[in-house]
């Protein structure tokens, strides 16, 4: 499971405001990538939609 565009966003830019080093943005991504706390929280969030039902059409 790798973080979402979101996910990487927030946490770069929220770490560019006070620190930074040229591998910053690489160094989050792979850090998000193996933080087990961080995919634990992630797969929590994501809901199972489950099969597609199909839709009544009134006539």
């Known amino acids: 499971m790798c973080p979402d565009d979101v996910d990487l966003s927030k946490m770069y830019h929220g770490l560019r405001e006070m620190y930074w080093w040229s591998s ?12 087990l706390v961080f995919q634990k929280v992630k797969a929590e969030h994501q809901y199972l939609l489950g099969l597609l039902q199909s839709v009544k059409i009134l006539k």
């Open 24 to 35: 910053l943005k690489c160094d989050v991504t792979n850090f998000m990538n193996r933080c």
